[in-house]
């Protein structure tokens, strides 16, 4: 029997498991992403999260035929790397060299995470699609995009970092990446309490949200719509997130967009349902149907998968 491992490498938590098929898991781990760490301690981690997964699974290491990683990124195809990601604090993570090492095999497939989603979107759909997008909204925000059939990988294997597009002319919101009025900066898990701080200072909007707090998170904002200061910001995320995917749309014009990522998995209506409604109006291309992935917090894994399958 072929053992096939998948991981999921995000800025927030790494994900490893181990399956005989896409379909067929049979052992899994997961921790959180050391954010703080150099490339070297977040490396660490991601084996010792792989290594947990083969227990859990009870397969050796050196059993593992395969292996697909969907990654955070920026990332480097060519040397198999995580180079100066937004979210984290580390300059540049190794990834595949240290696999490599580890599981004793050359068949890894490298991708980041959003190219890894449209993959698994794919291979799960009726009628094998050919034009499709996968977009993630989480800590940060990425689009993984096929079109007439091909996985679009771009220089790098960046095509699709659609999080640091601008989105806002006037740049009021600087991104983490060093850049102003970028998608991500505005619309991410990461940066929506920032974005929240910002109207509330800014505009004076009366609120009861805990701003500028130790703690204060985007799911204070979406448990919260009938805040003043909330439903503003819920609002504004709307119309950034309807920008961004209209780009999107108006770029490669795929039939269905799959919906992703902590943000619009935990509120679909405030995330999703808001985008489907008003892409239209912004779009010359027929709209495509948005909605959210029916992978759920699955689908990097499932990409990840199909990539080790196809190595």
């Known amino acids: 029997m072929s053992y096939y491992l998948g991981v999921d490498a995000g800025a927030t938590r790494l994900r490893a498991a181990v399956a ?3 379909e067929t898991l049979v052992g899994r781990a997961e921790t959180p992403t050391p954010a703080e760490e150099d490339g070297q301690g977040v490396s660490a981690a991601l084996l010792e999260t792989v290594r947990a997964a083969c227990a859990d699974a009870d397969v050796g290491v050196d059993e593992v035929a395969a292996a697909g990683i969907g990654s955070f990124g920026p990332i480097d195809r060519d040397a198999g790397a995580v180079v100066r990601p937004a979210n984290v604090a580390a300059e540049r993570i190794p990834v595949v060299g240290p ?3 580890l599981l004793g095999t050359d068949r890894i497939d490298f991708r980041n995470d959003a190219d890894a989603g ?16 996968y977009l993630t909204v989480s800590t940060g925000i990425g689009v993984g995009v096929v079109v007439d059939g091909h996985l679009l990988s771009g220089n790098g294997g960046n095509a699709g970092e659609v999080g640091h597009a601008t989105v806002d002319t006037e740049r009021r919101m600087d991104c983490r990446c060093g850049g102003a009025g970028h998608w991500e900066a505005y619309c991410s898990g990461a940066n929506i309490p ?3 701080a910002h109207i509330h200072h800014s505009e004076g909007i009366e609120t009861d949200l805990p701003v500028g707090e130790a703690g204060f998170t985007a799911a204070d904002v979406f448990a919260a719509p009938e805040d003043e200061l909330a439903g503003a910001v819920i609002d504004r995320l709307a119309r950034w997130n309807t920008v961004g995917v209209a780009t999107l749309v108006q770029s490669f014009a795929p039939s269905h967009v799959a919906v992703g990522g902590a943000v619009a998995l935990n509120n679909p209506e405030a995330v999703v349902a808001p985008v489907r409604r008003r892409l239209p109006e912004r779009l010359t291309v027929e709209a495509p149907t948005v909605a959210v992935t029916g992978l759920g917090d699955e689908v990097v894994l499932v990409g990840a998968l199909v990539g080790a399958a196809r190595a």
Request: charged share 40%.
């Open 20 to 22: 005989t098929d896409p």
């Open 99 to 101: 696999l490599r090492d």
């Open 118 to 133: 449209v993959r698994a979107e794919r291979h799960a759909a009726d009628g094998d699609p050919e034009n499709l997008a």
């Open 194 to 196: 920032r974005y929240a």
